[in-house]
């Protein structure tokens, strides 16, 4: 499995290096590992000794990991808090490193959001508007449509997260290979 912590850390790096430059992280990168992924696990798993029924399922085991690691970036991203690179790759990053690992970097990768975009707003000198608009759009949930707060879009904060993502997939391969 260090192999693919290995492919994991230097796939984040990439990624990370597009969305600090570019703002985005690109589809056909996240795609290619999504799909390469359970086709890695399998030939990781042929490999290995493994009966072709369970080289199989080493493959199920990638897409559940795509899965349950995109559930939560999914429901984020349909609420407009992350873009579609970041769900792709979330998407990409499960299937490599199958759901627990999987999940376990994704929430270090959320961890080191919460620490690092506040950081990022008293920087830019926006954590006092941003607060605010946060509240809005929290107080927005529970009233009438009619009695909703106007949200203006240059009021909203974008923060890249795919060094976040490098972060959390690092400190998440660390603390695997420690443990073996």
């Not at 009021?155 to 695997?176: D, H, N, S």
Request: charged share 15%; hydrophobic share 55%.
């Amino acid at each position: 499995m260090k192999i693919f912590l290995v492919v994991a850390v230097l796939a984040t790096a990439i990624a990370a290096g597009y969305d600090w430059k570019k703002g985005e992280i690109p589809g056909r990168f996240s795609l290619g590992l999504l799909l390469g992924a359970p086709i890695a696990h399998v030939i990781y798993a042929a490999s290995q000794g493994a009966a072709e029924k369970a080289a199989l399922q080493s493959a199920g085991v990638s897409l559940l990991g795509a899965l349950v690691c995109g559930l939560v970036p999914f429901l984020l991203y349909r609420y407009n808090a992350i873009g579609g690179g970041d769900l792709k790759f979330f998407l990409a990053l499960g299937a490599l490193l199958m759901p627990q690992i999987g999940l376990e970097a994704t929430f270090i990768t959320f961890v080191a959001a919460a620490v690092f975009a506040p950081v990022k707003l008293i920087y830019d000198g926006k954590l006092l508007q941003t607060l605010k608009t946060s509240l809005s759009i929290a107080l927005n949930a529970a009233r009438p449509k009619d009695k909703q707060a106007t949200i203006e879009p240059e009021a909203l904060t974008w923060f890249r997260l795919g060094p976040c993502m490098f972060v959390g997939t690092a400190v998440t391969a660390f603390l695997e290979w420690r443990s073996e």
